[in-house]
């Protein structure tokens, strides 16, 4: 949600200037691809496949993640290496669905797919017991996880079992669109390596005289007016939803999840802004 008020900040100078359509995992490259969205922010991984057969471009990668594999404790469990013979709880339509048969096949374990397409009626299968694991990103797990009455009543395995880069993705060949959603992620990882928070930035842009962060702010270089939108829409954008480092902490830290590969670069993370110039 944060990254659709950035862009309709980056536009519009007007976060509320965003309509907000439901989709699912299987019908949400439809939504796009029709035009009836625009952007799809949700938690998709970026493929080879997905960005030539399905049409589509991924101008950014906001958070970097990975399969896992959540049960309750009570299971008794504790590696994805005793789900030998397990019933797996997962979405249609997803990379986690052929990760999950990729890794039991490689692993030469057996299991039985719970297949069912709406999140929530899939974590309900998951806690009513009709699984015995429920299987997506860690940080989908975690936040599945924190939103039980009783959290620690629910174990996330520490199998990571893929790469699930995940991003905003738009229509191929729509490159203007696709470079604004790109560097407004890029305002969001430069800004909080330049130490220009939601709090600051006022502050930054009368007394801050490093060249990176001048131009950044559009004090110099008219970077704004190459994307189309107004030399004050990285300002805008940091002012209304705040740098990388305060959304994560808005959002994930509560569920419990940590910065990880989703850290800045400099303090050993993958989050890293090529240079506004």
């Known amino acids: 949600m944060e990254y659709c008020r950035a862009l ?3 536009l519009f100078n007007d976060a509320s200037k965003v309509r907000y359509v439901p989709t699912t995992a299987q019908n949400r490259f439809t939504a796009l691809q ?3 969205i625009d952007v799809l922010p949700r938690n998709t991984t970026a493929t080879l496949s997905r960005d030539t057969s399905l049409g589509l471009d991924f101008p950014a990668i906001n958070f970097y993640d990975g399969q896992g594999f959540m049960v309750k404790a009570s299971l008794g469990v504790k590696s994805a290496k005793e789900l030998d013979g397990a019933t797996v709880c997962v979405q249609p339509g997803t990379t986690t669905e052929q990760n999950l048969t990729d890794w039991f096949r490689a692993s030469n374990l057996k299991f039985t797919p719970v297949i069912i397409e709406r999140l929530e009626e899939l974590v309900s299968a998951y806690v009513a017991g009709r699984c ?3 299987t997506t990103d860690v940080s989908g797990l975690a936040a599945t996880r924190s939103a039980q009455p009783n ?3 629910h174990v996330i395995l520490p199998e990571v079992i893929s790469k699930e880069p995940l991003g905003p993705s738009v229509r191929h060949g729509d490159q203007r669109w696709a470079d604004l959603v790109r560097w407004t992620h890029n305002v969001l990882v ?6 220009i928070s939601s709090k600051n930035v006022d502050q930054a842009v009368a007394n801050d005289q490093r060249p990176e962060a001048q131009r950044l702010l559009g004090k110099t270089g008219g970077l ?3 994307l189309g939108v107004s030399d004050a829409w990285a300002v805008n954008v940091i002012k209304a939803v705040g740098n990388y480092g305060e959304i994560f902490e808005k959002h994930l830290t509560p569920l419990g999840i940590q910065r990880g590969p989703n850290a800045q670069w400099t303090q050993g993370g993958l989050q890293y802004s090529p240079p506004f110039r």
Do not use: I, N, R
């Open 34 to 36: 029709s035009g009836e």
């Open 224 to 226: 704004g007016q190459m």
């Open 132 to 134: 015995d694991a429920y």
């Open 8 to 10: 309709a900040v980056a």
């Open 190 to 195: 430069a800004a909080e390596e330049l130490g």
């Open 151 to 153: 959290p620690g009543e």
